[in-house]
Structures are given as C-alpha cells and as structure tokens.
C-alpha cells in the first residue's frame, strides 16, 4: 500500500484526498472515533511544523510540544498514521529539496548546511542511500 507525503495529499483532488484522510485515520489505534480525530489533528500540527522546518534541526521534544504528546506516543501515532516517523519525514524532505538545490548549482556543502545536516558527510551518506549515488555524481549527471 502506498503511503502519501503530506504533499502528495495536498495536491489531491477532495475526494481522493478525503479518502487518504480516512485511510490515515484508520491506521491511527485508538478505540474511540473521536480520540483518533484528535490525535490525527494533532499529527497534522506536527505534519505542518516539520514541512515549514524540515530544513533546520528538529527536536523530538519539540514535536512533542507542538502535539501536546509524549515523545512515545507521538512516534507511535504520527507512524500509524504516516507510514514514517517524523525523523523520516523530515530526512525524506529534505533529500528532496537537496535535488532541486544541486540542480541550481549550489555547492554540497552549502546544501548540506542549508538543508539542516550537520555537516557534507552526513549529507552525503544519506543522499546516497537514498538515491543510490553520490550527490556529486548526480550533479555530473545533471551537466553542472
């Protein structure tokens, strides 16, 4: 089963959106409909928080704050419902927008450093576990 990206479903016609709406919902465990309506609003705070921040250093804790949950619950709800940690989501974004910044021309090292990583190294890494080569053989690729 696919999971959406909170932009994914953004960008969806309502009633497809309505539908992955629900389907999150669904996945979120808790007995009564109203407590799972309030925990996925809640998600949707931290769901929001992480897309207009995904590009510094988040903390659990302030997730956690943001949701007015505990750190545990938080991780395992926000799953439940998203199909990824927060920490994911977060990683998933910015490698993302690391493609765009590469294809601007902007050095790995002000990427890294723009996108929140904490150094060229651990920028690297991940851009290639995820994308199966280096960010600067993508960036040859690319013709820049």
Request: net charge positive.
């Amino acid at each position: 089963m696919t999971k959406f990206t909170p932009l994914h479903v953004q960008g969806m016609p309502d009633q497809l959106r309505q539908q992955e709406i629900e389907r999150q919902l669904q996945g979120i465990t808790a007995k009564r409909p109203s407590t799972r309506k309030e925990l996925y609003r809640r998600l949707c705070i931290v769901r929001q928080y992480i897309l207009e921040n995904f590009h510094r250093n988040i903390q659990l804790d302030e997730l956690s704050r943001e949701a007015a949950l505990s750190k545990y619950h938080l991780l395992r709800t926000y799953k439940e419902a998203f199909g990824a940690t927060p920490y994911r989501q977060v990683l998933d974004l910015r490698l993302g927008a690391s493609k765009a910044l590469l294809a601007d021309g902007y050095t790995i090292e002000d990427i890294a450093f723009r996108l929140g990583f904490s150094d060229r190294r651990s920028f690297t890494k991940s851009f290639k576990k995820a994308f199966g080569v280096a960010p600067s053989v993508l960036r040859e690729r690319m013709g820049r």
